[in-house]
């Protein structure tokens, strides 16, 4: 009796997380089209969390592609295949693993850090103060964080897809005596729009789910220094199931568009 009243408590604070989610994300979608806008915080986000991510991203994207590249190339070499390896690192990378990759990194570095800093100001009662005083903080605080993200994401994604193909390129270098020319005239004749444009459009939604999560946790933070914390830590959680769930809805909407 015991286990089923804790089950039935965790799925009512489930389905009203998932509530109060759902709510977040409209009020943010109807404060994003009121003016004023606030363009200025918006540049500052982006490039806090933009160019401040850029080494992350690409350190990560270029060991993703030395690691792809060195576990493949003995397989493909098994097959007499690896001729084909530019060809399947980069559809491999540009679809799926670049993309979501890049994704859960920043909901590491980004989703955290904004979970982490809204808290603080709910817990110092800053959102209150502002409140008082005549401004609108979900604007200020929300929108412009959430608009940033989902801006940057994308490209983010193409600046760690590009890193990872040079880290592939190393190895193929080295590995097989590939010429840069030869290595990436095999990459652009095997991607096609259509590897591009899916994963362009699923990074937006990555981001749009890092910065909603991540701005909800921290806007609606209980009180005190763990509640920051706790605030972070469930954003990444959070996010991460989230990110993987945007993942599968949209290879299995991509997959229908390819078979029709």
């Known amino acids: 009796m015991i286990g089923l009243h804790q089950i039935k408590s965790q799925l009512k604070s489930f389905f009203i997380e998932i509530g109060g989610l759902s709510l977040f ?29 850029l080494l ?40 799926e693993v670049g993309p979501l990759i890049t994704a859960l990194v920043c909901a ?8 982490a800093e ?28 959430v608009l940033a993200i989902t801006f940057m994401l994308p490209l983010l994604v193409l600046f760690g897809d590009a890193i990872a193909l040079f880290g592939s390129y190393l190895v193929e270098n080295v590995k097989g005596n590939v010429s840069f020319m030869l290595y990436f005239n095999q990459v652009f004749d095997s ?3 259509g590897d591009i444009l899916p994963a362009t459009i699923k990074s937006f939604f990555f981001g749009l789910a ?19 914390g ?8 959070f996010t991460s199931l989230l990110l993987f769930i945007i993942d599968f809805i949209a290879v299995f909407v991509t997959d229908i568009f390819y078979d029709l």
Request: charged share 15%.
């Open 25 to 53: 994300t409209k009020r943010f979608f109807i404060e994003s089209f009121k003016r004023p806008y606030e363009r200025k915080e918006l540049l500052v986000q982006c490039y806090s969390m933009g160019n401040r991510s």
């Open 210 to 228: 890092i910065g909603i999560v991540g701005c909800y946790k921290g806007y609606f933070c209980s009180k005190g220094t763990a509640g920051v």
């Open 56 to 95: 992350l991203v690409g350190i990560t994207g270029f060991i993703i592609g030395l690691v792809l590249t060195l576990q493949t190339r003995p397989t493909l070499m098994n097959f007499g295949a690896v001729s084909w390896m530019p060809s399947m690192v980069s559809i491999s990378i540009v679809r």
């Open 108 to 115: 590491g570095r980004i989703g955290s850090g904004i979970g």
């Open 191 to 193: 991607l096609k729009f």
């Open 230 to 237: 706790k605030a972070a830590n469930s954003a990444v959680v």
């Open 118 to 145: 809204l808290g603080s100001m709910r817990v110092t009662e800053q959102i209150d103060a502002m409140e008082v005083s005549g401004t609108n903080p979900f604007k200020f605080l929300v929108v412009t964080r």
